[in-house]
């Protein structure tokens, strides 16, 4: 039977985590002080110990630094406030996850759901380092430059733990798969991942979609409905463009990461929630903030643990694996199997990819598709025209498709723009319907 420490010193409480805990099938003991902590682990080595913070002798925090008196435990923080400085906290000391005060049953019996020795953890990590020698894939991600195995190891340090992450980098560089990997790698894997593009969906529906809304809340609302946060319960929440959702929702979103609770709309009953929240942007978050699309402190309670993802053109060397790992996918699904040539390899590696990976894995597609015969040459790849940069003029040769025309010029507008969508919807004068539809079609 596992064993559960509660580090607490209101008696009362003290007594009814332990009698949560041991619902959930764990044996339990009580700690009203460091002192008397100290004393139950030796005793008998938790397996989880719940810690808090404000203890009559001292800093919670401080039973962190007794590495040989923890030993293998779980230690996960109660804390009355969680603030950023306590989620950085929790990471450096190597707290697997915090609880806020007062505890619910729901809180409580999330998070020992999670519980995973941290030697299993490593073991798992360690799992994925293999795959990655093997086959260059580490989870989700593929790719062996130096640029990549820092994210990788970045990935493996903050996976293990609840704080929020915030994904920077450009368009096509692969920001969700490398939070789905950080799901993957997570003590939450076991519940759901869900993936919200906050560009995608109109600011007027942006807050029933993420918080749910009442039966009658609005015209159209003829049932209930539950949102993101509710169905991600005990998973992972990604929000992909969270430079795209309104100030008003972002204040909404702000309280859901402090407290553990929302309101769905049309409701006045705080609903809790057990979610871990990974947000990701393609622009500068510190622009963001000074151009008012994002408030600067959600941006500093999403950004505790900031991952970048670097471009294509910052790991060139990985370019023939990407390659054949797309070659290899379409292979399988079409049924038959293609190889690319030295002299297509070598246009590769020259041409800028503006668009990142995504622009790579549809460049391979559009090849194979192209291609007559098993081989794929240079021919069929894009040209030096297609990858110029975009300063506010774009070359192409006479005779082109008009539907290729059109992608290009909707490609480059958008980078042109900053990849805002608005505008650029504006300036090409089309709908932000019409330019959503054609970024679909394009894999974007």
Known sequence: ?????????????????????????????????????RRQIALQ??????????LPDGNGMSLLDEH?????????????????????????????????????????????????????????????????????????????????????????????????VLITGESGTGKELAARTL???????????????????????????????????????ERQHLGFFERAHGGTLFLDEITEMPPSLQVKLLRVLETGTFMRVGSTVPQETDVRVIAATNRDPLRAVGQGSLREDLYYRLNVF??????LRERAEDLPLLANHF????????????????????????????????ELRNAMQRAYVMAAGPEIGDQWLPQDAQTAAY?????????????????RVILATLEYHDFHKERTAAGLGISLKTLYNRLKEYGL
């Not at 010193?9 to 008397?36: E, H, I, N």
């Not at 989700?140 to 990549?148: I, K, N, R, Y």
């Not at 600011?203 to 009658?216: T, V």
Request: charged fraction near 20%.
């Open 391 to 407: 300063d506010g003029t774009l070359q192409m040769p006479l005779g082109m498709p008009l539907a290729e025309v059109e992608r």
């Open 68 to 164: 040989d008196l923890i030993g293998s435990s779980e230690i996960v923080l109660m804390t009355g406030n969680a603030t950023l400085e306590t989620s950085i906290q929790a990471l450096r000391y190597g707290a697997a996850d915090y609880l806020i005060k007062p505890v619910s049953a729901r809180q409580l019996h999330s998070v020992l759901s999670r519980v995973s020795p941290p030697a299993v953890m490593r073991a798992e990590v360690d799992n994925f380092r293999l795959d990655l020698n093997r086959t260059g894939r580490f989870g989700h991600l593929v790719g062996t430059s130096d640029a990549m195995k820092r994210v990788y190891e970045q990935i493996g340090r903050v996976a293990a733990t609840s704080v929020t």
């Open 183 to 221: 799901h993957d790698l997570s003590r939450r894997r076991a519940h759901p991942f869900l993936a919200i593009n906050c560009g995608a969906i109109s600011p007027h529906l942006m807050e029933s979609e993420i918080f749910g809304h009442e039966k009658g809340s609005f015209t159209g609302a």
């Open 327 to 358: 070659l290899q996918q379409i292979g399988q699904r079409e049924g038959a199997f293609k190889r690319i040539t030295p002299a297509a390899q070598q246009r590769l590696a020259a041409i800028r990819w503006r668009g990142n990976v995504r």
């Open 45 to 54: 080595t938790p397996d989880v110990v719940l810690l808090d913070l404000g």
């Open 1 to 37: 039977m596992s064993h559960a420490l509660i580090v607490e010193d209101d008696v009362d409480s003290a007594r009814m985590m332990a009698t949560l805990v041991t619902q959930k099938g764990f044996s339990a003991a009580t700690a009203p002080s460091l002192y008397d902590a």
């Open 306 to 311: 900031p991952l970048h993802m670097p471009t």
